[in-house]
């Protein structure tokens, strides 16, 4: 069955802070890594990962993916009270569409 | 940008009622999805369709159903609802399997 793991669950920073969020994955035939935000409504889309090493960035998001130790980060620099969400990683595979979604990470900046 | 649209974000219907969850995208994307979110639990794929007429189990299928009769719409349906389907449910919309997905804003169900 496969499997993607984030952690930690939950995190308390203060603004300024940077976060490193984490997500492993154990899944058969891996095609690519997503990264998405979610505030109160929909999951946002911040990133898609295939190759190993390469870093994707976005402002003061950026997100890396090691394909050899099956796992990615997200690293999030300078916070804001903006930032404060859920973070989903989620793991395409196989030849169909299927996303396998990890439990996400709640983030909370205070000022 | 592409736009998924569920028709209610809060419903609240009773046990044994058939529910029917709306969910419309103005892209022209092939794959459509259904999802629960529950704390603790994540995001759960109920069912997902590649084309018009064409619909394939997800991970828990068990109490739901799907139409697409019309490549826009994406219809979920609760036969016969029950109290563990309280739940928020999200629609999402995607090209194809190398392209991220987009979601819609969710239904908040409430089955009492």
């Known amino acids: 069955e496969d499997k993607v793991v984030q952690s930690p669950l939950s995190l308390v920073v203060h603004e300024g802070d940077t976060v490193t969020l984490n997500c492993s994955y154990e899944?058969?035939?891996?095609?690519?890594l997503l990264w998405y935000k979610q505030e109160k409504k929909a999951p946002t889309f911040l990133f898609m990962l295939?190759?190993?090493?390469i870093e994707k960035k976005s402002g003061r998001l950026s997100s890396i993916l090691d394909k050899k130790e099956l796992f990615s980060i997200l690293n999030i620099t300078a916070t804001q009270t903006g930032d404060s969400a859920i973070y989903l990683c989620?793991?395409?595979?196989?030849?169909?569409?299927?996303?396998?979604f990890g439990k996400g990470i709640t983030l909370s900046v205070r000022p | 940008d592409v736009k998924v649209t569920q028709s209610s974000r809060y419903l609240v219907k009773r046990t044994g009622e058939k529910v029917f969850l709306e969910c419309v995208q103005d892209?022209?994307?092939?794959?459509m999805f259904w999802y629960r979110q529950d704390p603790g639990l994540g995001l759960r794929l109920i069912y997902f369709?590649?084309?018009?007429?064409?619909?394939e189990k997800g991970d828990i299928p068990e109490g739901y159903s799907v139409s697409r009769e019309k490549k826009e719409r994406f219809s979920l349906i609760l036969e016969s609802a029950s109290t563990n389907q309280t739940s928020m449910y999200l629609c999402?919309?995607?090209?194809?399997?190398?392209?991220?997905?987009?979601f819609g804003d969710g239904t908040r169900l409430s089955i009492l």
């Open positions: 892209m022209d994307h092939e794959n």
């Open positions: 295939t190759s190993s090493g």
């Open positions: 369709s590649y084309d018009v007429k064409m619909k």
């Open positions: 899944v058969t035939n891996f095609r690519s």
């Open positions: 989620a793991v395409y595979t196989g030849a169909n569409s299927k996303l396998t």
């Open positions: 999402a919309a995607a090209p194809d399997s190398n392209q991220p997905q987009h």
